[in-house]
């Protein structure tokens, strides 16, 4: 009897990452997940990048898709309309990662295995747990905003997840469904902490894997004041029934 593999589909938002995306491509070819699939979600990026993914896609149509929208409005919509294509489509589980090669693509297989064999809902790519770390040349005051950010987020939360804004993570396509993607009204970096806290709130389990987490080589962050500003309130949001689903 022939056993058919869970469709993996990673899903990438894009903005101005031209450079990126083949890199990114490339070492996701290379892994050794069976089924794994590309899914690239561009925002009408000014550099080319929705061309570059085209072609990625022409030359391996059964591995790369794309997904174009025509407005910037914020990560957190790019990965729920990945998400939700990707659902649509039969993914068993979901991986979201960004396209600036901050997080290691070598760390999937683990993250998908830890999510097949044990009782988790989602797994995290995680900064902070043992054997994770960030990248090094981040300046101190990055580093010690990083963390702040992770106790301000657990405190309020209560999520016990060591690295609570991480957005390298690998879902269980039923976690998906179950925390009702439609619903959700956060944006920005504060998506990753709404999703976390859905999770835990319906009842389900989040494990970490370590990895390390390098800086962009290429291109320019997408975090803007009023992304800060959003991802500061949005625990207090989610704590007092502001955000609900």
Do not use: C
Not at 1 to 22: A, F, G, H, I, Q
Not at 103 to 109: E, R
Request: no cysteine.
């Amino acid at each position: 009897m022939t056993v058919v593999s869970p469709k993996v589909v990673v899903v990438v938002p894009t903005y101005n990452e031209r450079d990126n995306l083949p890199v990114l491509a490339g070492l996701l070819a290379d892994l050794p997940v069976p089924n794994l699939h590309l899914l690239v979600v561009d925002d009408n990026s000014p550099d080319g990048t929705g061309a570059v993914a085209d072609k990625l896609a022409a030359e391996s149509p059964d591995a790369v898709g794309v997904l174009h929208r025509t407005a910037k409005d914020g990560l957190g919509r790019a990965y729920l309309a990945g998400m939700t294509r990707a659902l649509d489509e039969g993914a068993d589980v979901v991986v979201q990662m960004d396209a600036d090669l901050s997080h290691p693509a070598s760390a999937i297989p683990a993250m998908v295995d830890t999510l097949l064999t044990r009782d988790a809902a989602v797994v995290l790519g995680s900064r902070y747990v043992a054997g994770g770390s960030t990248a090094t040349d981040w300046p101190w005051h990055r580093k010690a905003l990083s963390a702040w950010a992770n106790l301000y987020v657990n405190a309020i939360l209560r999520l016990h997840v060591k690295d609570a804004t991480a957005g390298f993570k690998a879902w269980r396509a039923g976690t998906l469904r179950a925390i009702d993607l439609p619903s959700i009204r956060s944006n920005g970096y504060s998506f990753q902490v709404e999703m976390n806290f859905r999770t835990v709130r319906q009842g389900l389990t989040i494990l970490e894997v370590p990895i390390r987490f390098e800086e962009r080589v290429q291109g320019t962050s997408k975090m803007s004041l009023g992304v800060q500003l959003e991802s500061a309130l949005t625990p207090w949001k989610l704590r007092f029934g502001g955000i609900s689903n």
